[in-house]
């Protein structure tokens, strides 16, 4: 089993950038493959991005492409999602997740984060 902790949430305000880490313990981090989601206020969970176990291959909602970065360190067991030209609408929890295959890590990862909040004003 895999615990993950997020940190790094906040208030920004639109423009700005916020950097999430995600630290895991348990199982061996290198083996998974490791994504972000997010859920707003009265809206379901969705997929963020997420980044295989290698670090090699990332994929990226349309919605944040182009804007979020996720990266990993395998070395220290965490895994960064940079924030950079923050909108109100990403406006969120942001959760970790972990899966050790890259359908599951996009769509219905095993193991999750207790989330943390993202609030961007405008």
């Known amino acids: 089993q895999v615990q993950l902790v997020e940190s790094g949430g906040g208030l920004a305000q639109a423009g700005g950038s916020l950097r999430l880490s995600c630290a895991a313990s348990?199982?061996?981090?290198?083996?998974?493959?490791m994504g972000w989601f997010r859920q707003a206020p009265g809206k379901e969970r969705e997929f963020v991005g997420a980044?295989?176990?290698?670090?090699?291959?990332?994929y990226y909602s349309d919605s944040v492409k182009g804007r979020f970065t996720i990266s990993r360190d395998n070395a220290k067991n965490t895994v960064y999602l940079q924030m950079n030209t923050l909108k109100p609408e990403d406006t969120a929890v942001y959760y970790c997740?972990?899966?050790?295959?890259?359908?599951?890590?996009?769509?219905?990862?095993?193991?999750w984060g207790r989330g943390t909040q993202v609030t961007v004003s405008s």
């Open positions: 980044i295989t176990w290698s670090g090699r291959t990332t």
């Open positions: 997740a972990a899966a050790l295959s890259t359908m599951n890590v996009r769509s219905v990862p095993p193991y």
């Open positions: 348990g199982r061996t981090f290198s083996g998974y493959h």
